[in-house]
């Protein structure tokens, strides 16, 4: 990266007049007001930054000397008063990449640190998902001022979009199994109240919340365009205090505690033990991997359909940080649930369907960040995919080694041929226009972009593997 300063594309980037993130010589640095200064130095003298900063829960974090950054010489950065330096993420994620067990614990989160904050007479403004990474396993606080000073008297403005983030997406997954990453990618702002009230049934009012949360919510907002006062300033003016507050934190808490998906098995949940490799052909695999792994260590590697995480693991183990991802739900939901109980902070877990990536979105396209602007990966681990993304996916296979290519890093790559019982049931109902699905077509591809390193075949005839690098 050269000199000049880069907007870090992260919630207070574009559209908060308090501070500005932006990424200077890889590091993240925010420069803020002198409100927000007076904010950081009463939270950064906190029990709830010291106990979630120490747990790992909030960004670490550190005002500057004044004459550690220079943002007058950088054309995207304005002059502040003051800068803070953050932690840099490993891989920037997002609520609509992230199986629903991630959702609940994030809000979860939130709803805990708000609390906290109250206790030391602090606040957390607003309830944006985007406030909240994911390192491995673990959530983190990442928009430091989104904490203030609380007012007396003061309600919880974020209340709505707490609601709209991650308790309606979560209620309508659980009770309707309407999957919340759809909706979340389709709309930075979340389920509206009135949005969610339309999905519910009269048999769900009576569920906890739905009545309140939702119905009454909905009401209430269609009412709000006709107002002539400023709510806010009605509660300041009324006995509106901390306490009712925090009594209705402690409700979210409860009744997000309660709220599961119960979907006991999908399509790919289970491939760990029914796949259909034998146990010399899976042993075949497993070397193949390890070999290439223990050739040497490397910072970032991708493993793309990686189900439930067996060779994602077989990565970590000589890799800094690897991203697994899985267009299977449920699949991720485990491996999540595992690396949690394991507290392996190494392997992120996300649901990805690379055939319908995760878009630019936000301001100028340029507040949420596509798969291919967030990293770029030493090494990309594309094993049983392949076959998918032509066959299921009708994505040539040219445009598949194009784009893995585009990312200038090793690849192992799994291909199956036409004579593989998986790529017959995925042609059953086709026609077979995939002339080029085979050992030969396949070598003359991958020959126009990357070099062969090494090449085994695991399952006679059907199914082989390569260690590829890119052509210099």
């Given at each position: ?13 574009f559209?908060?007049r ?20 007076a ?16 747990s ?35 891989f ?64 919880w ?37 009135h ?7 009269l ?32 509660a ?11 009594v ?13 998906w ?71 939901q ?23 990536p ?34 299921s ?13 585009s ?22 109902n086709k ?9 030969a ?6 020959d ?21 690098v890119?052509?210099?």
């Amino acid at each position: 990266m050269n000199n000049d300063a880069t907007f870090a594309p992260e919630k207070g980037s574009f559209r908060d007049r308090d501070n500005q993130v932006f990424l200077l010589n890889e590091r993240v640095l925010r420069g803020v007001s002198e409100t927000a200064l007076a904010n950081w130095q009463q939270m950064e003298s906190s029990k709830v930054f010291a106990k979630y900063a120490a747990s790992g829960h909030i960004v670490g974090t550190r005002l500057l000397a004044a004459d550690d950054v220079d943002a007058a010489s950088h054309k995207a950065a304005q002059m502040w008063p003051a800068y803070l330096e953050h932690e840099r993420i490993p891989f920037i994620n997002y609520s609509y990449e992230w199986c629903y067990a991630m959702v609940k614990d994030a809000a979860l989160l939130h709803l805990e640190m708000l609390e906290a904050a109250l206790c030391e007479n602090m606040i957390i403004k607003d309830a944006s998902a985007f406030n909240i990474q994911f390192v491995g396993h673990k959530p983190v606080f990442i928009d430091i001022p989104s904490f203030e000073k609380y007012c007396a008297g003061t309600p919880w403005v974020g209340f709505r979009q707490f609601c709209q983030h991650f308790l309606y997406p979560l209620m309508l997954q659980s009770f309707k199994n309407i999957s919340l990453r759809s909706w979340l990618r389709g709309s930075v702002e979340g389920i509206t109240p009135h949005e969610c009230a339309q999905l519910m049934s009269l048999r769900d009012m009576f569920r906890r919340g739905v009545f309140s949360l939702v119905y009454l919510q909905s009401k209430l907002v269609d009412s709000m365009g006709d107002a002539k006062t400023s709510i806010v300033a009605e509660a300041r003016d009324s006995e509106f205090g901390k306490e009712i507050v925090l009594v209705n934190i402690r409700k979210l808490r409860k009744i997000i505690g309660k709220l599961e998906w119960r979907l006991a098995r999908s399509e790919w949940s289970e491939y760990t033990d029914t796949h259909s490799y034998d146990a010399e052909c899976f042993d075949k695999k497993n070397v193949f991997v390890k070999r290439v792994v223990e050739a040497r260590s490397r910072k970032n590697a991708w493993d793309i359909g990686c189900n439930t995480g067996h060779f994602s693991r077989i990565l970590a183990q000589n890799t800094d940080y690897v991203v697994a991802m899985d267009i299977d739900e449920l699949s991720i939901q485990r491996l999540y649930t595992q690396l949690k109980q394991e507290q392996h902070d190494r392997i992120l877990p996300l649901v990805f369907d690379l055939t319908n990536p995760s878009p630019r979105l936000g301001w100028r396209c340029e507040e949420r960040r596509a798969l291919s602007d967030r990293q770029s990966p030493d090494l990309i681990l594309c094993l049983a995919l392949v076959h998918h993304l032509v066959i299921s996916g009708n994505v040539p296979l040219l445009q598949v080694m194009d784009w893995l290519a585009s990312f200038q890093c090793e690849v192992v790559i799994e291909m199956l041929t036409k004579e593989d019982g998986m790529v017959k049931k995925l042609l059953l109902n086709k026609d077979d226009q995939y002339d080029e699905f085979n050992v030969a077509g396949f070598e003359a591809i991958a020959d126009r972009y990357f070099t062969t390193l090494d090449k085994v075949e695991i399952m006679p005839g059907k199914r082989f593997l390569y260690h590829l690098v890119p052509r210099t």
